[in-house]
């Protein structure tokens, strides 16, 4: 039987949420709510609050630095400012209220251990010549307030795997009501959202997003998550991002990134697309070290699992594969490769970062064999 857990037990899913729009729908003036997002300091995780604007902003640098301390702010360097980069309509509040995506940076003016968007946002720039772009594909869990996956028994397993993907009907899709609220929310944010679907998984499901060209991946996918989560929380659901969320034969929760540049994307590009699967293959191991917050650690569970095999492998359109080229790819002679290690919850700035300067840049790939962190 599918287990469920009443909305009542949910402290925020029982508010009633036709009293909050009463209020919502109250006039503002002119003033705006900024609602600025970003990684925490010290730990992987989305973090938000919200600022008082005396009018739209037009552009990004309309918006002011800001800052937080946080559960650290103790001694004389406790702040941590957030420099806006994007700005995104609002929809939940909507109106001339935004979401300002920022980067989080110390005191001494150095970014924070969890901002990797500087250093990605240079090597863009750097390989704006070859005109990289990227696609996503981002799966993640679906949990009730007491961690039980959505669709499972409390005690004991669904049926085994088999008819959850893209499944319809009650007892094969759980949790529709956040994907749809969350992909309305991205399309009105101007998230490049592209599809969804159900997962292998009861309780799992996937996003997809592109393509986007250089940094903008990461920026999208960040406040798509954002989005994700404060969704489910209106919902009383919890998301889970954990690359390996129920031990056995249960699949993983992963984020494959498309990837190609501008001579892939061209006739005879399968040379190229070949040429930078080489190169990646002999640098697989900083890849993983570096797609991950934890240095790849926990992305072990999702890489050994077994529907998944951690060795380096390439092939076409083997979803078990660490890359593999889509048959559509194959036959056309161009287009794209696929990334599947990267976990459910790999930082995309780090991901597209790597990706680009393994491919697009001799000199690191020198660099990275001195220091012996290659493959």
């Not at 669904?158 to 899709?173: E, S």
């Not at 759980?174 to 309780?203: F, K, Q, W």
């Not at 999702?302 to 095999?309: D, T």
Request: include cysteine; proline fraction near 6%.
């Amino acid at each position: 039987f599918v287990y469920l857990i009443p909305s009542i037990m949910y402290s925020n899913a029982s508010t009633n949420k036709v009293v909050l729009e009463k209020y919502l729908s109250l006039p503002q003036g002119p003033r705006v709510q900024a609602t600025y997002i970003w990684l925490g300091s010290t730990e992987q995780g989305i973090r938000s609050k919200t600022k008082t604007l005396e009018s739209k902003p037009i552009k990004v640098e309309d918006l002011p630095v800001w800052n937080y301390g946080g559960s650290k702010a103790v001694g004389d360097h406790a702040d941590t400012y957030l420099h806006p980069v994007k700005v995104y309509p609002c929809p939940f509040r909507r109106g001339d209220n935004v979401l300002v995506l920022c980067e989080a940076y110390e005191y001494n003016k150095e970014p924070a251990i969890t901002n990797k968007r500087k250093a990605c946002k240079e090597v863009m720039e750097k390989a704006k010549e070859f005109k990289p772009w990227f696609g996503i594909g981002q799966k993640y869990t679906l949990l009730n307030k007491e961690k039980c996956r959505l669709g499972w028994p409390k005690n004991g397993f669904p049926i085994k795997q088999g008819p959850y993907y893209c499944g319809v009907g009650a007892d094969k899709a759980h949790g529709r009501d956040v994907v749809e609220a969350h992909y309305r929310c991205c399309l009105y944010a101007g998230i490049p959202i592209s599809g969804t679907n159900a997962g292998v998984m009861p309780g799992q499901w996937e996003f997809q997003a592109g393509p986007s060209e250089g940094i903008d991946l990461g920026d999208d996918l960040w406040v798509a998550r954002y989005l994700l989560q404060r969704v489910a929380e209106d919902f009383g659901v919890v998301v889970s991002f954990d690359p390996k969320p129920m031990v056995g034969d249960w699949n993983e929760v992963g984020a494959h990134f498309n990837y190609s540049t501008k001579v892939m994307r061209e006739k005879g590009g399968m040379e190229h697309i070949e040429k930078a699967i080489d190169k990646l293959t002999r640098h697989h191991i900083l890849h993983i070290k570096e797609y991950e917050p934890d240095k790849g650690e926990d992305n072990r569970r999702q890489l050994n699992g077994a529907l998944k095999i951690s060795s380096i492998s390439s092939t076409k359109a083997n979803h078990g594969c660490s890359l593999s080229i889509p048959l559509k790819v194959y036959a056309q002679g161009f287009g794209y490769l696929e990334d599947r290690r990267p976990s459910g919850y790999c930082d995309p700035y780090s991901v597209t970062m790597d990706l680009v300067r393994t491919t697009c840049f001799e000199d690191f790939l020198s660099l990275s064999a001195q220091q012996g962190i290659g493959g």
